[in-house]
């Protein structure tokens, strides 16, 4: 068994002048504004930005056609000139690249990779070829979104410029409270995502391994029984009861289809609570108003009952 405290690769830490590239390997941008935005905000911090090939491209829901998204993205990781490489948004089109992604690329890249969402995929398959530390954050659209949380994009920069160790998952400055479904005190290195795009990698090349690690799970609004489904199926194929430790955000609740449903709760505490293993709720993770950047293969310990996640180490290495 792997110690979780032998040293992972890390993404080199950010500096004024440095160069990040921003692609689009999901959705596209509806209007260049939001384009202009993502690059304005990352130029704000002090950075040079070059944009994927293929980042004005549509086809359809998706930013181009599989293979110039998946060929953005790995010209993006293989230049050693790029210190970071910014996913423009979520949306929908990371599980079709599967197939098509490149593990050497992913095995050697030593930038950052930043993005949260649909983005779940490429931080799993860094997970799968490299073990190496990733953002999921906020991505470029998020960087220039000025509904983006101050919150957000501190945490955001905290992570790739600073040199010291990145501590706490800060609580929702909005809304403090953080809820034991399961209390217990968990060290292991962090890994995980959007739910529904975790469960899909099942059965595939990059299907996530939390084997005593700390999963991060996160949604977007939705629909108890689509919850439900998503980590019915990641019970049934082992992949929870294998976790050291669970997080969720509160995950906002769409109204069912069901006259009679279960809320939320009830999901959560009826799958995650028998698994034995400590899991909070309640970080602000993901798709709500203040997003927390979480440095997955980062090592941390969750305290679930002091409703604590902490990140031991710094993120960043100083080359």
């Not at 905000?41 to 998204?69: C, K, M, N, S």
């Not at 995929?121 to 073990?131: D, E, K, N, P, V």
């Not at 890994?191 to 990698?201: D, K, N």
């Not at 992949?239 to 609740?253: D, F, T, Y």
Request: negative net charge.
């Amino acid at each position: 068994m792997t110690d979780p405290r032998d040293p992972v690769p890390k993404p080199p830490r950010l500096r004024a002048g440095d160069t990040v590239a921003i692609v689009a390997p999901a959705s596209p941008w509806a209007n260049r504004s939001e384009l202009e935005r993502a690059v304005g905000g990352l130029e704000g911090w002090g950075l040079r930005v070059r944009l994927g090939a293929h980042i004005g491209d549509r086809h359809g829901y998706l930013a181009g056609h599989d293979v110039d998204r998946a060929a953005d993205l790995h010209a993006a990781l293989a230049d050693p000139a790029i210190r970071a490489v910014f996913g423009f948004q979520g949306g929908y089109g990371t599980p079709r690249l599967i197939p098509l992604l490149d593990e050497r690329v992913f095995a050697t890249s030593r930038s950052a990779f930043c993005g949260y969402s649909d983005l779940t995929t490429i931080h799993l398959a860094r997970q799968r070829w490299s073990g190496g530390i990733s953002f999921y954050s906020n991505g470029a659209s998020g960087v220039g979104d000025p509904e983006t949380s101050a919150f957000s994009k501190a945490t955001l920069q905290r992570a790739l410029f600073s040199d010291e160790p990145y501590g706490p998952i800060p609580r929702d400055p909005d809304d403090p409270y953080v809820r034991t479904l399961a209390p217990g005190r968990a060290t292991g290195r962090l890994t995980g995502g959007c739910v529904g795009l975790v469960a899909s990698t099942i059965g595939t090349r990059i299907q996530i391994d939390a084997r005593d690690r700390i999963l991060v799970l996160e949604d977007i609004p939705v629909e108890p029984e689509l919850l439900d489904g998503s980590l019915t199926h990641l019970r049934n194929a082992g992949i929870l009861e294998q976790a050291a430790g669970i997080v969720l955000p509160h995950i906002q609740q769409r109204p069912s289809e069901y006259t009679r449903s279960l809320s939320i709760e009830d999901v959560l505490e009826e799958l995650l609570q028998p698994l034995g293993i400590p899991v909070l709720v309640g970080l602000p993770i993901g798709h709500g108003k203040h997003h927390a950047t979480v440095p997955f293969g980062a090592l941390a310990t969750l305290d679930a009952g002091a409703g604590t996640l902490e990140v031991e180490e710094v993120v960043t290495s100083a080359e």
